[in-house]
């Protein structure tokens, strides 16, 4: 399995006036792709790309709004995305601050397209029934319909005609280390990492 995940708002510059990066995507991708490392030997994972964009703030252009798609960090992504074989899973990864939308002291927000016809139906059940249900309760997930977000749809689009299993979804991590200190990152982030490898084995 190849996993490519993206980090499009990571460009963090020092003393900026207004919020321009996602302050903690980089470091979950990280652990992202070091949980799913771990999974290497036993032959489940062959590849893990981290692919961020870490120079160009969002307070210039969304790398994740279609009006980017012309930038060089969107056209080396269009790239990556068209190479073969292709990723089977590509995980969009974000961070909000704990006064955002989706806040409410979440430590981790979930977003599908799962109105699309080829969106993995099997897969948001599975996420809903199998690792969200005990995490609901506790009230620190959210989960909502993908919009807008245009590395998905870019991955969605191509994924019809190339590799129709691709599966997609954008995850965000509470960026407030008081909210959702690391060490707890580290564990959801793995428990979500073994979580998908699970649903490798029962395809
Ligand atoms: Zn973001």
């Known amino acids: 399995m190849k996993v ?3 980090v499009p708002h990571a460009a963090c510059l020092p003393n900026s006036p207004r919020r321009m990066c996602d302050k903690r995507a980089f470091e979950a991708a990280i652990i992202l792709r ?3 490392l771990s999974h290497q030997k036993k032959g ?3 590849e893990v790309t981290v692919y961020a964009n870490k120079t160009v703030p969002r307070s210039i252009i969304d790398m994740n709004r279609s009006v980017s798609r ?3 960090w969107r056209m080396q992504l269009s790239e990556l995305l068209q190479r073969q074989p292709s990723f089977d899973w590509v995980v969009d990864v974000h961070s909000f601050p704990d006064q955002h939308a989706w806040g ?3 430590h981790l927000a979930f977003e599908f397209l799962y109105d699309l016809p080829h969106f993995p139906h099997w897969f948001r059940r599975l996420l809903l029934d199998q690792f969200a249900p005990e995490k609901f309760r506790t009230g620190r997930i959210g989960v909502d319909l993908g919009k807008n977000n245009d590395i998905m749809d870019e991955v969605l689009s191509r994924s019809q005609t190339r590799n129709p299993s691709t599966k997609v979804f954008l995850l965000e991590v509470n960026e407030d280390e008081q909210v959702f200190p690391l060490e707890e990152m580290r564990e959801k982030l793995q428990d979500l990492v ?3 490898v699970k649903t490798i084995k029962v395809q």
């Open 194 to 196: 073994s979580f998908i």
């Open 44 to 46: 489940l994972i062959k």
């Open 104 to 106: 409410q002291k979440k």
């Open 34 to 36: 070091n949980a799913l």
């Open 70 to 72: 012309g930038t060089l």
């Open 4 to 6: 490519l995940l993206t």
